[in-house]
């Protein structure tokens, strides 16, 4: 499931790309804007800021802006950058891989086979930029 963390970073990126004309956008500004509690937006930032996803400038005109260009970011890095692994169970991911620890032939498991098509068919949407969703 989809960490409300997660979520938050995912509408900032999406709030700060929808006015650009705020940029550098404001703490302040998008956590009135989106009802996110300020602290909270604050340690969001701070996470997307050490991962260079975005850049913040201090001052009475400072806040928060793109590192690169938006449309280089997307759905899967963010997910990946606050919650870990996309997969569904640690033998099915692909940056996070461990074996289960009751699995005794990954090539034969029903379970991971399901997981694994799951993955498949949702990595292709979640690899695409936040700002084309």
């Known amino acids: 499931m989809l960490s409300r963390k997660a979520k938050y970073a ?13 940029v550098p956008v404001s703490a302040k500004e998008i956590s009135e804007a989106e009802k996110i509690a300020y602290k909270f937006l604050k340690a969001i930032m701070n996470t997307l800021k050490q991962n260079r996803v ?10 928060y802006s ?11 890095s963010i997910m990946r950058i606050i919650d870990g692994p996309i997969a569904l169970t640690t033998c099915t991911s692909e940056n996070f891989y461990e074996t289960c620890e009751e699995c005794i032939d990954e090539k034969t498991c029903r379970v ?9 068919s ?3 949407v979640l690899q695409r930029s936040i700002m084309e969703m």
Do not use: C, Q, W
Request: cysteine-free.
């Open 66 to 76: 793109f590192v690169g260009n938006p449309k280089d970011v997307t759905v899967a």
């Open 54 to 63: 975005v850049t913040s400038r201090r001052g009475p005109k400072g806040g």
């Open 122 to 124: 949702m990595l292709p």
């Open 10 to 22: 995912i509408k900032v990126l999406i709030y700060i790309n929808e006015h650009p004309d705020l």
């Open 112 to 120: 991971r086979g399901i997981f694994l098509k799951i993955r498949e």
